[in-house]
C-alpha cells in the first residue's frame, strides 16, 4: 500500500511523492517511478497534483488524470482544462480546474465530471477554484470571486456544496479572511481542514464557524 | 400555520424558471401562495435528494439551483443591533449599536425597548435585501442571571425571570413585526437552557430540582412561547441534570414544543451537537450525536455534524428520512414566514432602502434608550446634576472616559455615530456656549485579572540539552477554582487561572534543569508565572513573563498553546521534586501624576469605570467581581485630591463597591451597562440635568464574590449553610439590591389599592398608586411590585419575594400619577414537585409595592383560593411523516397540555380529526391516515376537554408514482422500469399503455409517421400532476461530409441564403444576429435533420476567427425554439484581469432549454485550440445528452450530461451571433442584445450521425 509521506516543491519545479525512499516525479510525459533517484525537471505550468487514493497514486497533469497501480499506468481520463489541485481520502477523490470543473472518483478509475459555476454561479458567484482537498470529513474546496475575496465550500458526497463562512475572531471583532486560498490539508488530530494562504496566513476551519481562526506566520 | 394568500403572477425571488405566463397552476406548490407556509414547506422537503436534505441541515444551507433555492446563513445575531458593518458596495453603512440588553434590562421600558427591536429589524430587513445576511437572529438572551460571574451577564436582561421575560418579550415583539402573515425578522432565544457558566458549558451539566428549573430557568421561555410567539430557540451546550439539552426529547419537544407551544425552529448553539458526543460523552459515534439531536427536536446543527454525517446516520438505522423530513419542513417553514419565498410586492417587509442602516431615526432611538438605562447609585449633597453655571473645570479621567464601550455582540457602527464621554462632554458645553474646561487625562487600566492564561504544557530542558515534557492538565493538586477544559477547540487547558492560583506537580526531576518552557494561550493580557519548589511560596526557580505587554501575542478564547520559556535557576536540587506553577497578575500601574493633578485642579472629577470584553465573555467567566485592572486604586486615589468625585461605571453587570461607595469625597455613583454608540451624548444631558437618571438595578449588587456560592451550583435555595441566590432567596446584606436607583427627584406612594381582595388563579387584578414628585425635577420613577406568600408552609422555602408588576412613568415636578399595574393571578404559581404541575399556595398574598425591592412604600394583600381546575392550554399533532407514498398509512400522535403544564391523559378528551383534502389523504375517527393519493392534505385535529377546544394541524405531502404498468408498441411491451423516453428506428405503430395507479388517466397521441413522437400522458384529475413518457420513432440519420451541396435529408430553418454556404468541402455558416436561447427564437439557418431515436452525432468545426461575445456555434438537438440541447464552441467573455484584449479562445458551452427556460450545464474555458478547429460529439441515450469535444480529433473530454424529454428530435448545426444574459434569467424576461461584433464565419467539415 502506498503511502504519502511527503509531497514537496522542489527547487527548480520539481514535484516528488516519497515513500520509503522511493521517489516518483511527475515529467513532462506524467508519472514515472525512478530507480536511481534520478529526478527530472519538469514544469510549474503543467499543472501538477498528486495524491495518494487506497493502492493508487493519482496524478493531475497536462490535462489529463492518471490512475497508476502497481508502478503502471493503468487510467488515463482527459480532463478540460489544466487541474489546480487534487485530493484522495479512503473513499474520495477530487480534482479540480480553476474554471471549477469537479471531477469526483470513488475509484479513481473513472471519474464524473460536474461544472461547479455552471451549477452555482447565480448563487454563489463566479469562482476560480484555487485548491481541494478530500477528507474523512468529506470535501472542501476554496477559491476567488471575480472580486479577489476568497470563498470556501463544503460537501459530503460532491454533488452538493454549502458555503462556508471565512469570518473569525478577534480581539471581540468578527472579521474576514482577505487572503487568498494557495492549499488545504485536513488535520484529523485537530479535526479541521487548514487553509493556507497568501501573506503568510493559515486559516484554520474547524467543524462549527464559530471557531475560525487565522494565524499569521511571524 | 395556516395561510393562505392571494396569488399575484409576478416575479419570483428566487429567480426560478417558469414558462412565459406561468399561471398558479403551474407553479410547484412551495412557490404557490395559496397554499400554507407548512404545505408549501412540506411540499418542497418532499422534492429534495438526501444529498440536498444533508446540505441544508446546517446553518449554511446550500443553495439548490434545481428548485431555485438560494443558499442562506441561519446564524445572524442583532443582540443590540444587527451584528455586521458598513458595505460601502451594497450601499450600506455600519449597523446601528444600541446600548446592550445589560443597560436596557435596567431601563425596564419594554415599550421602548419593543421600539428599538422594530429599529434592529428595520435595518436587518435593509441589510437582508442585499443578500449578504438571512432574517434569522439569535437573540434575544433570555438567561436570568443566577450568578454576576457569568462571563455573558452583558446579554442579558437582569436576575428575575419575570424582568427578563418582560423585556425579551418586547424584544421578540419588536423583531416578529405585526404582520398577520410574514415575519419581519425571527428572533431566537437562548440558550435553553440553564447556560449560566462559560468555562464549563461544552461539559458540564446544570443541576437543579425541577422546581428551579420552571420556575426560575424556563419561565421567561415559556412567557415568550405562550404570549409571544417567540418562533425558535437554541438549544445550550450544556446538560441538565445529566441530559445534554440538545439531546433532549423532554427539554426541546415535551417541555418547549408540547407544554409551551413552540410553533417554529429549533437550532443547535454552535459545536453543541458536536458536544454531545466530545464535550458530554452522552453518545460515542458522530452519527450517534446526529441522531440524538435530530430526534430530540434540533432541526438545524450550527457546525457540520449533521451535514456530514446525517446520510450515514440514516443508513446505520439510527434516524428515519422523516426526522429529516421534520427538521428541514421547520426550518423552510420559517424562511417561508419571512417571505423569502413570496413576490416581493406581497412581503409586507420587503421593502426597504440601504439608507435605512443608521438612519437619523436610528440613531435618535439609540440616543433615547441610553437616556433610559442609567441607574443614579448615589448623590450626596445632590452632587449631581453638575450646574454648568457653577463649575469652571470637569476632569475627566479613567480609561472609559475617551472610549465607546460597546459591549459582546455588538455590530460595527460608523465611527462618526460613536461618541464618547469625553465628547459627548466636549461638545454638550460647547452647544450651549459654556466657558467650562474639560480636562481629558485618562489614566487607569481595565487589565483582567480573572483567566489570566491557559496553559497545555511545560517543558524542562536540562544542561546536557535533554528534555522532559509534562501535561500541565495532569496536575497533582490545585488552588480552588482550578479547571481543566478544551473550550471549543480539542486541546486540553488549565482554565479559569486567576491572581495568586497555582498548579501542582509531584516528583519532577530538576537535576540541572536550566530552561523551562510553557505552552500557554494568553486570553487577554496575559499574566506572570512563578516556578516554585515545595510550595507555592516555596523557592522561586524561575519567572515565566506571559504577558501581552513583554510581547508575547494573545491568542484570545479561542486560542491554542504558544511556548514561553525563561531560564530556570539551578539550586542543586537532587531528586525528584514537587513543583508549584503559581500564576499571577501583573502589578498594577501606578496612577500617573496627571491624572491625579487634572483632578485636583477641576472643580469636578469625573472617573470613568468599567469593564470590557477583556473582563469576562463568552468561555470566560469573571473569577472576581472587583473592577478590573487599577481602576479601584485609581477611584480612591482621585477620591483623595478632589471632594467632588464622582464615579461613572459602565459594566457588564454587579461590581464590588464596598471599598469606595461610602467614600465621602465620592459625592455620586452613576451605573449603566453597556451603553451603544450614543453613550456619549446621552451622559452629558444626564450628568447635567437635561434629563433625571430613571433606570434601576437589574440585578442584586453583592458586596463580595466571598458571599456567592460556586458558579457551578445552579440550585437556588439556601441549604446547609449555602446561600440562596438572587433576590429570591439571597438574605445576606447587599450593597444594592434588586431594582435600586435613585433620581435627582424624589417620589412619594400613596393610596395604595387592590382591585379584589379574594383571588383566584384565573383573576387579572389592577393594583394602583398615587406616585407624587416631591421633588425639584421632572422624574421617571419605575413602580415595582413584588409578591410575597406569608402563609406558605415554611418547609416550601417559597421565595423571599418575586417580582410581580411594574411600570415605569415619567411624573413632572410637582405632579401626581396613578399607576395602574395588572397582575394576572395565573402567573403567580409555583412548582409542585411531587405531582410535577403548576400549583398555587392558598392564603395570605401579599404585594409590596415600591421603589425598589427593599424600599417598599406599601402593600396591599389578597387572599388567594388556590383551588385550580387547570383547562386545556397546548395541542401539538403530527403523524411523524410529511411524505407519504399513496396508500401508505401513518397514525396521528396528539398530546395536550393543561394549563398548569401537566399533559392530559388524552382519552380523556373528545378528539376530531378532519383532513383538508381526503382524495389526497383521508383520516378516520381514529386518526389514521390514509395516503390516497397525490398532492398536499392538512390534518386539523380538535381536542375538546371540558368545553374548551383547542386545534392543531399538520400538513403531509403524498407522493404518487406516476407509473405505467404497462407499455407496448404494436402489441409488444417495450417497458423498461425508470425510463421516460424510448427510440424506435422503426416505423410507427399503435402505441398503448396502463397506469399503475388506477387513479391515473391515461391518454395517448399516437405519432402519425416516423420520424414522429407518441405521448404517453399520464395525469392526476384532483391534482394536476402529469408524467409524460415520449416514444420517438426514428429514421436513421444520414452522413454529410459536404462535398458538394448540402444533401437532401436537411432542412434549413430561417434560411439565409447569404449566410449559407457549401464551398470547399465545409458547411459554411456565417453568423447573424439572433439566437434560440429563451424567447429570442430568432436564430437564422438552423440546418436540421430527422434524428428521432438515439444516436451519437459529431462534426469538425473551424471558425475564422475566436467567438466574440454570445456568439456560438455547433450541434444542436432540435425539438423547437423551446426545447433543445446544444452544444457550441462560443465567447468566452473576459477571462479574469483581462482588460481589452480579446480571449485566444473561446469556450465550450453545453446549453439546454426546456419549456424556454434556459440554463448553461457547462461553460469550459478552452485554451489550445488550433487553428481555430474543434471537435464536437454528442450522445443521445434516451433522455440524456453527453457532450465531448477534443481539441486534436483523438482524444474526446467529456463537457457534460443533461437530461431532458425531446420530442420529434432534430439534430442538426447552428451558427449564430447569440445573446448575452442579462444578469440572472427570469421569467420572460428578453435577453439584451449585445453590440453587433464582426459575423462568426463557421466550417462545419462534416456531420456523422450514428443512429441506434
Sequence with gaps: ?218 | MMKRSHFLPVLMLTGVLFAAGASAQNLPVYMNTNYSFEERAVDLVSRLTLEEKQALLGNNMAAVPRLGIRQYNVWSEALHGVLSGANAGAGLQGPTSFPGSVATGSSWDPDLLELEAGVIADEARAIFQTGTKGLTFWSPVVEPVRDPRWGRTGESYGEDPFLAAVMSGAFVRGMTGSDPDYLKAVPCAKHYFANNSEWDRHVGSSNMDSRDMREFYLYPYKELIENDNLPSIMSSYNAVNGVPTSASVLYLDSIARRTYGLNGYVTGDCAAIDDIQTGHYYVETAEEATAAGLKAGVDSDCGSVYQRNAIRALEKGLITIDDIDRALVNMFCIRMRTGEFDPSQMVTYANYPPSVVNSERSRKIAEEVALRTPVLLKNEGKALPIDLSKVRSIALVGPQADKVELGPYSGRPEQSSRTSPYKGISEYIADKGLDVKVNLATGGDTKSKSNLLYVTWFELEKSDGTTSRHDATKYTSSSQGITVGTGMGTEEQVRSIDDGSWTAYENVDLINVEKITVGANIPTQGGIIEVHVGSPEGNLISTVEATTASGKRAGGVYGTASPMEAKVNKLGYNGPQTLYLVYKAAQDDEISQDVLNAARESDVALVFVGTDEQTATEEADRLSLALPGNQLKLIKAVSEVNPNTIVIMQTLGCVEVEEFKDLESIRAMLWTGYNGQAQGKALPKVLFGEVSPGGKLNATWYRSVKDLPPITDYTLRAVDGKPGRTLWYYTKPVSYEFGYGISYTTFEYSNFRISSSRITPRDVITIDVDVKNTGEYDGDEVVQIYMTTPDSPASLQRPIKRLKGFRRVTIPMGQTRTVSIDIDCSDLWFWDMESDRMTYDSGKYVFEIGSSSKDIRGTVSAVMDGSFKPALKTVVSDCRKSVLEAGQTARTYTTACLDDDSFLDISKAEIKYTSSNPQVAKIDENGLLTAVSGGIATVTVNVTYDGRTVSDSYSVRVSQPMELSALKVGGKSILKIGVSQYSILDKARTVTATAAQPSLKVSITQAESAPGTAVVRLSHAVTGDSKDYLINFGVKGTDDEFAKRLGRQWTVLRENRDNIAVENGSLVITSAAGDIVQSSDNAQNLVLQSANSDWTIDTRLTTASVPAAAQNAGLLAYQDDDNFVKLVYAGAGMARGQQAAAPASGSLQLVIEEAGGSRTAANIRLSGVSDGTIWLRMVKKSDEYTAYYSLDGKTYIEAGTVQTMLKDIQAGLICCDGVQAAGRMRQGAAPAQTAAPAPLKASFDWFHITSK
Design chain 1, 1 to 218: 500500500m502506498f503511502v504519502l509521506l511527503s509531497f514537496a516543491p522542489f527547487i527548480q519545479a520539481h514535484t516528488v511523492a516519497t515513500k520509503d525512499g522511493v521517489q516518483y516525479c511527475i515529467g513532462p510525459d506524467g508519472l514515472s517511478y525512478l530507480h536511481k533517484g534520478n529526478m527530472r525537471r519538469i514544469s510549474r505550468e503543467a499543472g501538477t497534483c498528486i495524491a495518494v487514493f487506497n493502492d493508487m497514486i493519482v496524478t493531475g497533469h497536462d490535462g489529463h488524470i492518471r490512475s497508476r497501480e502497481k508502478k503502471r499506468c493503468r487510467y488515463v481520463t482527459a480532463v478540460a482544462g489544466k487541474i489546480v489541485d487534487l485530493s484522495a481520502s479512503d473513499s474520495i477523490c477530487i480534482a479540480a480546474t480553476a474554471q471549477g470543473l469537479l471531477y469526483l472518483s470513488r475509484d479513481a478509475k473513472e471519474w464524473k465530471m460536474t461544472d461547479f459555476n455552471a451549477q452555482y454561479s447565480q448563487y454563489y458567484g463566479e469562482i476560480a477554484v484555487r485548491c481541494v482537498c478530500s477528507s474523512r470529513a468529506g470535501l472542501m474546496l476554496a477559491g476567488i470571486l471575480d472580486d479577489g475575496s476568497p470563498v470556501a465550500f463544503e460537501s459530503d458526497r460532491g454533488g452538493v456544496w454549502s458555503p462556508r463562512e471565512l469570518t473569525y475572531n478577534e480581539g471581540g471583532s468578527i472579521l474576514t479572511l482577505q487572503e487568498r486560498p494557495v492549499s488545504l490539508v485536513y488535520d484529523y488530530e485537530h479535526e479541521r481542514y487548514e487553509m493556507a494562504c497568501t501573506g503568510g496566513v493559515t486559516f484554520l476551519l474547524p467543524g462549527c464557524s464559530h471557531c475560525n481562526a487565522l494565524i499569521k506566520t511571524q
